[in-house]
């Protein structure tokens, strides 16, 4: 039963319902922490040689796209999801603000049809925590497949804090408070509570960076503002 939030067709009707709201609710919610964490989880990148090939996994409506293409400004961008919600406005994006230029692909990450030994760099904010451990080790095989040797990944999701303190405020921020404002945006606040839902399980990325380091690629843990966030990153070293 419980696995069943983690069912790919469930988690993409929850991403549906919540396209219309998204972008707006993580503007007013963020204090402006996703855009510096949106910048900081690609600082370890290092600057190509080359035109770049990217890959921002489970893109959303492009939220990472400007700090990507800030980052990364000789590059070709290509991104992936799977909700027609959530794609509808990252096509939008792509054509008033990037001049068409972003390939965006609709497919399912656990099942892509994506070139092997293709990209320099992959890049995903914010959807680890609707894959359960299993499917965490099919990404990361993917993850493994699609990256050139040599090539660089990094992935940060919101997680619970060590700190007691800030734990149950974040908590109650993320469980009570984030909720009213889907209430007051959606007029529904059950699917923002569900995101509190897979936080709660997802805790942090440690578990992630050490499936993400079994499957062979070089994969280190980080931490942003006092384990708010956090997430890894790392290289494809060999095949
Ligand atoms: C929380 S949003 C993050 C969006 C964006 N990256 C950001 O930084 O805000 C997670 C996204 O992952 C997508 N997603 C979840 N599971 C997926 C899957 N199996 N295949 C493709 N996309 C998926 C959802 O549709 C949703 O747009």
Known sequence: MENNIYNPEYVKGLFNEMSSSYERMNFITSFGFTIRWRRQFLEQFDQPKHKAEIIDLLTGMGETWKATKNKLPNSNLTVLDFSDGMLKYAKQKSKQKF????NVLQQDVLKNELSSSHYDFVTCAFGLKTFNAEQLQILAKETKRILKVGGQFSFIEVSK???KLLKTLYGFYLGQIIPVFGRLLL??????????????KFDNAKNATDIFAQTGLTTNFNSYFYGCATGFYGTKTEE
């Open 187 to 200: 007029g529904n606040p059950e699917v923002y509570k569900m995101l509190w839902q897979y936080t709660n």
């Open 161 to 163: 804090p060590n700190n």
């Open 99 to 102: 001049d068409n230029e972003i």
